[in-house]
């Protein structure tokens, strides 16, 4: 029996990152590619659907402070979910904080150009969480099985305040 193509293997967020990850920025929409023909006929970009779990796709870029290569240590992060997952407002420095993956899967893929290609790996999770914290007490949209918490960026923002 052989993987399909684009398998996804679950991975525990420790394994994957000893030392933790630092967010740079926010959660964004992950908009398909607008062709310049698109723009001015006036379409609206639309958000990318997981072909997967048919739930709405949003990124994030993240730091490993583990990893010893500076082009190898920022990365995006790919969130499935249906609602926008919304990190506590835990600043380290503006616009960075630390947060742990829930649902995290890693894929197998080519990096690189030309000469220069090696193997890494395409992380995907369901949700963030402030580090330390239990899943069922985090704020984060994601609720760690693809499925919505029903709390969205507007929501966390409103407890917080």
């Known amino acids: 029996m052989a993987l399909i193509k684009g398998h996804r ?41 997981d072909e997967v779990t048919g739930l709405r796709q949003w990124k994030a ?4 402070p583990d990893e010893a290569k500076a082009k190898r240590a920022s990365f995006e ?5 249906e609602v ?7 600043e380290v420095l503006p616009g960075m904080r630390p947060v742990e993956l829930v649902g995290v899967t890693a894929s197998p893929k080519v990096m690189g150009q030309g000469e220069f290609k090696y193997l890494g790996y395409e992380y995907r999770a369901t949700g963030v969480k402030t580090p330390g914290t239990p899943a069922a007490a985090r704020p984060a949209a994601g609720r760690g099985d693809g499925k919505p918490s029903g709390e969205g960026k507007a929501a966390a923002e409103a407890k917080a305040n």
């Not at 001015?40 to 639309?46: K, L």
């Not at 992060?77 to 979910?81: C, G, L, N, S």
């Open 84 to 90: 926008q997952p919304a990190p506590l407002p835990d």
């Open 9 to 49: 293997f679950p991975v525990e967020f420790g394994e994957a990152f000893p030392r933790g990850l630092v967010m740079v920025g926010e959660i964004e929409p992950d908009l398909e590619y607008q062709s310049q023909d698109d723009r001015a006929r006036g379409r609206e970009q639309r958000q990318r659907v």
């Open 61 to 64: 870029t993240v730091t490993d």
């Open 77 to 81: 992060v790919i969130f499935t979910a």
